[in-house]
């Protein structure tokens, strides 16, 4: 079970209030991602439903139990941390083993455990090792196996790979998803990455300034963003956004098209647009274009798409895709 | 990119830290030079050969017994470090782990006691081991020693207790351990090193303490350092004899840090390189 409900939680450091008042339920088995720019305050939500932070309002449930007040080791969930966070001094084996230790297993059970941990997150060959002798990768992966040994009912996951390099991000990220898939336990992932909210997430937390923009698959998000800053903040390349005359003909105050629904034309369309940098990326080719009486927009491509900087192109969005938001930045 | 040397300016560097390294350490090197020394060779003048002589070191133990000051030098030293190790360990501790906005000012203020200069309170701490009979008495300078270098010793162990980074803690929080068990499994083992280094230093700091050490002890509380003043002054400049006194007196304490160089050289760079 990993049913987590919050009520009403605030959180105060002194004067400086980081989450005014955040409502939330994760289902069981959900993995669930809190995303936001830096100083959103969605590690403080992470670290506030760990127990590693005091609430200064409301409640957390834990599948049913108010675990508001209760130690960290009580609430029965583990996390990984963005440093790792591993015991220097163990080996990999006694790193993962630790918790199971402090449970008081008994050493049949707790090798047990460690060695399928280890054949899981393919560790075997370095579980004699001291977590300074391997890998980001490698340690990151002891970190999770530190976390599934005690089969808790969530993982919590704190910025996890943004020490790696990007190619290990990209497997590590699958892992993580397969992992998810095997064990079929809630988990809640912090991240400043809208890719890894969109590609790992069944449900998205999308955090600004400590309040709640919107919640949702993210699909749904994507499709249906109910405000500006999540209709600029999810998807890349970032929505284009559009004040003035462009969006008044739709009755809006600001309109937003996505990159990826401008249609491109070298001869006709709705507005016409200077190139500037064209961003290669094999697959596609990201346009950044100037539109006359509109501004600088974002244009995704075909990958083999032939133009050069300075040349004229005719954009023209799709009618179904444009979002609308009026003047209080909430959809229409 | 990394800067090029040549071989020669490498070569250069080289002899130019020998020879800074060798004027550190000549003095040491004369005394034991001059210890094997007779007393006509000693003020005969510079000499670099000496007779190979054990005539001085005969003499110092026959008319003195060396063994009595360097037991009060161990006890001194070993005593007033773990009895500084004891106050120092949790008042770093939660200076490190649960600091307050006064914790820099208190560090500071602390730091700031070492910058007077001892000879300033020379008479008042005098006369209070006078009056409370504490004059050449180990345990009052123990407790002396002690307190001169608590400062360092805390400052250590605060800088040591920093680097363990909190989200191990927070770790092991998470994986169930108590506040004893994250003391015992997490946070002993991982200070073991820096407490070490602590330990060494403020050592080798008692044992060549030598204000305090000469001025409140007479023959019974003595250690090493006085043991060489004795021979300085009363009985004239005997030059060998008192080498061979002074190469008794830093023997133990060479050997020592000679074995824990490694962990010296963390300890003196004050946690700085990570």
């Known amino acids: 079970m990993g049913n987590i409900t919050l009520k009403q939680v605030s959180k105060s450091f002194g004067a400086t209030t980081i989450i005014p008042n955040i409502d939330l339920n994760i289902e069981d088995g959900e993995f669930v991602v809190f995303v936001g720019p830096s100083g959103c305050g969605k590690s403080t939500l992470l670290r506030l439903i760990a127990g590693l932070e005091d609430v200064s309002g409301g409640s957390i449930n834990i599948d049913g139990r108010d675990v508001t007040n209760e130690a960290p080791a009580k609430r029965k969930l583990a996390m990984v941390f963005q440093s790792y966070a591993l015991y220097p001094h163990m080996t990999v084996a006694k790193n993962i083993a630790f918790p199971l230790k402090m449970a008081g297993e008994s050493q049949e059970v707790i090798d047990r455990k460690v060695t399928e941990a280890a054949r899981v997150l393919n560790l075997t060959n370095y579980l004699e090792r001291r977590p300074g002798q391997l890998s980001g990768g490698q340690r990151q992966r002891v970190a999770i196996g530190r976390a599934i040994v005690r089969q808790p009912s969530a993982f919590l996951f704190d910025e996890p790979l943004s020490n790696l390099d990007a190619a290990l991000r990209g497997t590590m990220r699958l892992e993580i998803s397969e992992l998810h898939h095997q064990l079929k336990t809630t988990m809640i992932y912090v991240t400043h990455d809208q890719i890894e909210a969109m590609t790992m997430a069944d449900k998205i937390v999308v955090l600004n300034a400590g309040n709640v923009e919107q919640v949702g698959s993210p699909m749904e998000l994507y499709r249906k963003p109910q405000n500006l800053f999540v209709a600029g903040f999810i998807g890349s390349p970032k929505m284009n956004l559009i004040e003035g005359e462009a969006a008044a003909k739709h009755g809006a105050r600001t309109i937003g098209i996505r990159p990826e629904h401008l249609k491109i034309s070298t001869s006709e369309g709705t507005w016409k647009a200077k190139v500037g940098v064209a961003e290669h990326l094999g697959s596609d080719t990201f346009l950044h274009v100037q539109a006359d009486g509109i501004g600088p927009l974002t244009v995704r491509a075909d990958g083999e798409l032939a133009v050069q900087h300075g040349d004229t192109i005719y954009l023209t969005p799709n009618p179904s895709k444009v979002h609308r938001f009026g003047a209080d930045g909430k959809a229409l | ?274």
């Open chain 2, 1 to 274: 990119m990394a800067r090029t040397v040549s071989d020669s300016t490498k070569l250069g560097w080289t002899i130019a830290a020998w020879i800074v390294a060798l004027l550190i350490f000549f003095p040491i090197l004369y005394t034991i030079i001059t210890s094997f020394k007779s007393e006509t060779e000693a003020i005969a003048g510079f000499n670099l050969v000496p007779s190979g002589t054990l005539e001085s070191y005969a003499e110092v133990q026959s008319q003195y017994n060396y063994f009595k000051p360097f037991m009060n030098s161990v006890i001194l030293s070993v005593g007033s470090t773990i009895l500084a190790l004891i106050v120092a360990i949790p008042a770093a501790w939660s200076m490190a782990f649960s600091p307050t906005n006064r914790t820099k000012d208190i560090l500071m203020w602390m730091l700031s006691t070492k910058m007077m200069p001892a000879v300033a309170v020379l008479v008042p701490m005098y006369l209070i081991f006078r009056d409370w009979n504490l004059l050449d008495n180990r345990g009052g300078l123990t407790v002396m020693l002690m307190l001169i270098n608590l400062p360092i010793v805390v400052w250590m162990l605060y800088t040591y207790f920093r680097e363990i980074p909190g989200e191990i803690l927070e770790a092991a929080r998470m994986d169930g351990a108590s506040l004893w068990g994250e003391i015992v499994y997490v946070l002993t083992p991982m200070a073991v090193p820096g407490i070490a280094s602590t330990l060494l230093l403020n050592i080798i700091l008692a044992w060549n303490e030598a204000f305090w050490t000469i001025r409140l002890t007479t023959t019974n509380a003595a250690p090493l350092t006085a043991f060489i003043v004795s021979f300085s002054s009363p009985q004239g400049l005997f030059w060998a004899k008192l080498s061979a006194a002074s190469t008794l007196a830093i023997a133990p304490i060479l050997v020592l840090g000679w074995f824990s160089q490694k962990q010296l050289v963390r300890g003196l760079t004050f946690g700085a390189v990570k």
